[in-house]
């Protein structure tokens, strides 16, 4: 699943279950400018729900040790708490300054500052977290109308001839080549391929394996489904007749596959040319133990063809050559091996193991037969291609650009034998294969919509009907995967829920905190405008009654309009202590009015 999808082939705004792991999320999909805006926003949102858990802190946190017993320096440092809440970092330049006289209530010092450092760091970091949190992926659900897939010829006698089969292949070819073009690029995964040791060079043995997830096929519906691939190939020399045949100027080798002449493949030195190619054939009538298990076999045609270097591998085992026209110095020979192989496929879900033929037992809605007899849409599109061991029918879509040994071709001449092998060919058919494989469903919405007529579309027709209708509307199922693409943001349903909770519950606490009576808000009595008009009321020897005085609010104001009688200054103090700030009556020009930024 990680092609670019083709326009207008997903949907926007509509909520889907989004495959990852082993798991599906509750999502929406958004195209990505629309999904940075919004990321931005929730990132804000955080930010202020952030900042009002540090507001409730600093509230409640005041009123509780206000109540308490406590020192000077403890209600000064309080009082300077309150007034700086706005800037965390404001607080925690305070808190530093009473490092020393506080030096016996360090404690107190260290729990603001947790609190602090906590919410600051939660407020810096929200822009890196939130859209991890909020953005899932680059996925949206497909758009069932565009879907397609060509199927199986139906049970119409009419239509079952070779140029409607070639022509249904051929719409297949596409997606085979895009496979393979993603091998170089594509992370390797679950894919294992290996070569036993053996200290026979004509023998040469291959293992492979590698599993999809239903995530990797783009299912909305199926977490925990895995389709598990297991195979092996070896070269098969008792298929070969012998002796090779030169007769009429060419080279040929024949191979009757399984000892079976019925199963006969011809190659020839002459009339093949080019880069060395596979064919590909398989063979239900010979299976391994084990459900989904087929035989098939690879034959290569490489006898003859001329390179510019030396090989041993079993495949491109090459001679001596003299050519005067090209200058090569090696060439084939002929007598290549083929490769004997077996293929397993198998679906595993909680437990349970089946092949593609008995997905509706598996206990998964998408694959259950809608009617008992009938099978599913998500079933058949899997039946199509593998029926066969997948790799039969992309090595033979691929043609003659199968074998990553064509790769190192030289202008159609000659090619490299000393680069190429067994080994490399497979392990790059192997990966195209699970390319393909994981690919599946996605690959449905990017059939050319020339081609199509009398062949069967599994998305409309069902395999089981006489005659072919791909008029009607999309079957049931077609739309339950999700595809790919790079300017589609996923986003998280339950991410885009609980944040604004999150802050509404945040900034609704703080405004209760707030409504509460006076005598629980005792916070209230640190406001700098509350502590400003008691230092009129001490110098002025008031009692302190509202009388000139309202405190009644989160702020202090007076009902007075001529001028205040106090100023700040910077006074030098006659007692030879240190010089500091005060709030003094203006009485003539002995101190300086208004404090300087750093102490003289």
């Known amino acids: 699943m990680d092609l670019q999808a083709v326009n207008n082939t997903y949907l926007l705004l509509k909520r889907f279950r989004f495959p990852t792991g082993n798991t599906t999320k509750d999502a929406i999909a958004v195209t990505s400018p629309n999904g940075l805006t ?55 330049m305070l808190l530093a300054r009473y490092l020393k006289p506080m030096k016996h209530e360090i404690w107190y010092l260290i729990l603001w500052a947790v609190i602090a450092v906590v919410a600051l760091a939660g407020i810096s970091a929200a822009s890196i977290l939130i859209p991890r949190l909020l953005v899932i992926g680059h996925a949206a659900p497909v758009d069932a109308s565009t ?154 045609s490489s006898l003859n063809r001329p390179s510019y270097t030396e090989s041993t591998d079993p495949w491109y085992l090459t001679e001596p050559f003299n050519d005067s026209k090209h200058k090569f110095s090696n060439k084939v020979k002929a007598g290549r091996p083929a490769l004997s192989c077996w293929e397993t496929n198998k ?6 193991s089946v092949d593609m033929y008995q997905l509706n037992l598996i206990g998964l809605s998408g694959f259950a037969s809608p009617d008992g007899k009938q099978t599913p849409f998500l079933t058949d599109i899997l039946q199509s291609p593998f029926a066969l061991p997948l790799m039969v029918n ?32 497979l392990e790059y058919l192997v990966m195209a294969s699970y390319i393909a494989t994981k690919n599946l469903y996605v690959e449905s919405t990017r059939f050319p919509s020339r081609g199509r007529d009398e062949i069967p579309d599994i998305a409309r027709s069902l395999t089981s009907a006489a005659t072919v209708d791909n008029s009607g509307p999309p079957r049931s199922g077609t739309g339950d995967f999700v595809i ?34 006076s005598p629980w808000r005792v916070s209230n009595a640190l406001n700098a405008t509350v502590l400003y008009s008691h230092l009129h009321e001490r110098e002025e020897k008031e009692t302190g009654e509202d009388a000139e005085w309202d405190r009644e609010g989160v702020v202090a104001f007076s009902p007075r309009k001529g001028e205040a009688r106090l100023e700040p200054v910077y006074k030098e103090r006659s007692d030879g202590k240190k010089a500091g700030y005060y709030w003094l009556p203006k009485q003539g020009k002995t101190e300086r009015p208004g404090p300087p930024l750093v102490r003289e």
């Open 147 to 300: 879907v397609y897939f060509p199927g199986g010829i139906l049970n119409n006698s009419e239509l079952e001839n070779t140029t409607t089969l070639a022509r249904a292949f051929a719409l297949t070819v596409p997606y085979y080549l895009r496979s393979a073009g993603q091998v170089g690029v594509t992370a390797r995964n679950s894919v294992v391929v290996e070569q036993e040791r053996n200290s026979n060079p004509n023998f040469v043995r291959v293992n492979y394996r590698y599993n999809v997830t239903a995530a990797e096929f783009g299912l909305q519906h199926a977490p925990g489904l895995v389709f598990y691939v297991e195979g092996s190939c070896y070269t098969e020399y008792g298929w070969l007749a012998n002796p090779t045949d030169q007769t009429g100027g060419d080279i040929k080798d024949t191979y009757n596959q399984w000892g079976d002449p019925s199963k006969q493949v011809n190659v020839s030195g002459r009339y093949d040319g080019g880069p060395p190619f596979p064919f590909f054939k398989a063979n239900y009538g010979i299976s391994n133990p084990g459900i989904g298990n087929v035989s098939y076999s690879i034959v290569v």
């Open 484 to 517: 790919t693409d790079p300017g589609i943001t996923t986003l998280s349903v339950r991410a885009l829920i609980a944040m604004p909770v999150a802050m509404v519950a945040a900034v609704g606490a703080v405004l209760l905190l707030g409504l509460l009576p």
């Open 38 to 92: 919004l990321v931005s926003l929730y990132t804000l949102m955080i930010q202020v729900t952030i900042s009002q858990v540090w507001a409730a802190s600093v509230l409640i946190g005041v009123a509780f040790f206000m109540r308490k017993t406590h020192t000077y320096n403890r209600g000064a440092a309080t009082a300077g708490i309150y007034n700086a809440s706005a800037s965390q970092t404001s607080v925690l």
């Open 394 to 425: 992309l090595g033979t879509g691929l043609g003659r650009s199968a074998l990553r040994s064509a790769s190192s071709s030289a202008l159609g001449v000659a090619f490299n034998a000393g680069t190429s092998s067994i080994f490399e060919d």
């Open 347 to 352: 679906f595993h879900y909680h437990g349970k």
